[in-house]
């Protein structure tokens, strides 16, 4: 199994900056891929950010582009998703979870930290 901890949200001004840490601890070394992903009340999770764990390849969700920096620190099992210039349509409870395949579902989930934009 692999275990994920998210950390770093919490209440930030439209504008501003937040970068989010998800530790992975236990069998890391099955990890292919860490995907961000959040959830506002009321709607659907969404798809937010992934990087393959030994490449370091990058995904971003369109609207995320340009905003969002994904990363990874492997030495640290460490995967970080820097939030530049929130809206308040940010806020949201952000998930970060793990896939063990290429193409394979995400299967290993964190508990979430809140995201607040204040407008």
């Known amino acids: 199994q692999v275990q994920l901890a998210e950390s770093g949200g919490g209440l930030v001004q439209t504008g501003g900056s937040l970068r989010l840490s998800c530790a992975a601890s236990g069998r890391t070394f099955t990890v292919s891929r860490v995907g961000w992903f959040r959830q506002a009340p009321g709607k659907e999770r969404e798809f937010v950010a992934a990087?393959?764990?030994?490449?370091?390849?990058?995904y971003y969700a369109d609207s995320m582009k340009g905003r969002f920096t994904i990363s990874r620190d492997n030495a640290k099992n460490t995967v970080y998703l820097q939030m530049n210039k929130v809206k308040p349509e940010d806020t949201a409870v952000y998930y970060c979870?793990?896939?063990?395949?290429?193409?394979?579902?995400?299967?290993?989930w964190g508990q979430g930290t809140q995201v607040t934009v204040s407008s």
């Open positions: 979870a793990v896939a063990r395949t290429p193409i394979g579902k995400y299967d290993y």
């Open positions: 990087i393959t764990w030994s490449g370091g390849t990058t």
